[in-house]
């Protein structure tokens, strides 16, 4: 049992009571999966009433609550007779091609390198697919042995589920300020990478918000090509920055010469157009994989309604209301800095729209902010794994710049006051 899994039944003794209870026969993998943060989340406030007549600021969940494009509704208006048709799998060709030439325009790639029917694989929202990237690539076992995931610590919670109801081992790389909020690629250890099926990397990572490099993603790709795994790069948060635009993995192959062997990307209107409702993203890379995941999908993956194919099409095609978006997030971020500047390890996040602040204890501030501020975070320990010696989240509290900037300001200066 890998050390995710033995901390995971450590810490969630619901899960077990939940698996003891079953009558039923089940997959006992389950029982292996750490509890929702959210759910957590829920139960360590539960018994709080925050302060009479403040009215709550929620800053713990990544919703965007920024306008989404009114192209949205108009295109949804006018395509009600689509709505009877079942929906290609993989996409309509407009809808590939749109993600296929925003890959081209985004990571200045040439021409004819991702072609939209080879390339490129529509998801009904990335979350679905990155689970779905577990199913695609843990096999029995690799060299003879147990297959392994790498996933970075903290992480988003759905890396580590299909790998644990797979029955791989799950390892976790510190992602720490150490390590610069990535992980280490060169203190994987040899024995993981050569057990290694899948490795799933965040960048702008959530929740430090930390951008890999060109250079850090060339490296990992070519440790995914010389030690024979997936490498699963999550850029959902890609358009949400703060000075230069994050480089990418597609942009990486293409420094290495262009081939995509190995690698896959994962994008998403969710953040990039305050669009979560509409479930819409994609995932393009190497395209014997794109195949095998269209096989997979055939069997378990929901597809894309079309009047939603045919918005999302009109926004992959879009950047004005993009630039409009990350210009809202640049004011949040300097109402951050003015208001936080030299207190809980503040930093202004290169990438993403999380603070990730160093307040000692995460738990007893999130529970402080409920009670005494109405303010909702999310403790940094409940998305990282917890070792024997300790969680590397847990000094920290994860908060969402979601809202407009007068609640952000509000929900910070009542932060500052309480802690
Ligand atoms: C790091 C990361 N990846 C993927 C997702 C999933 O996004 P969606 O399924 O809306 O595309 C989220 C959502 O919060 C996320 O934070």
Redesign the pocket.
Known sequence: MSAYDVAALCRTGRARRFARGLRLPINSRLARLAENPFARLGALLAEIQPRANTPPVMMSV?EPQHETPALVARLLAESGHLWNRYPPMQGTPEYRAACAAWLQRRYRLPPGMILAERHVLALS???EG?FQAGLLTVPEAKAGKPPVVLLPNPH?LVYAGAPVVAGAEVVTLDATAESGFLPDLDAIRPDHLERCALFYL?TPA?PQGAIASRAYLEKAIKLARDWDFVLAV?E??CEIYDGTPPPGALEACFALGGDLRNVLVFH?L?KRSNA?GMRC?FVAGDPDLIARFQHLRSYGGAQVPLPLQLAATALWQDEAHVDSNRALYRRKFDVAETRLAGRFGFYRPPGGFFLWLDVGDGEQAAKRLWRDAAVRVLPGAYIAESRESDNPGRRYIRLALVHDDMTVAAGLDRLRQVL
Do not use: E, F, P, R
């Open positions: 990544g929202g990335t979350k990155l988003y965040c959530n999550d959902c948060y998403s969710s979560a993203g």
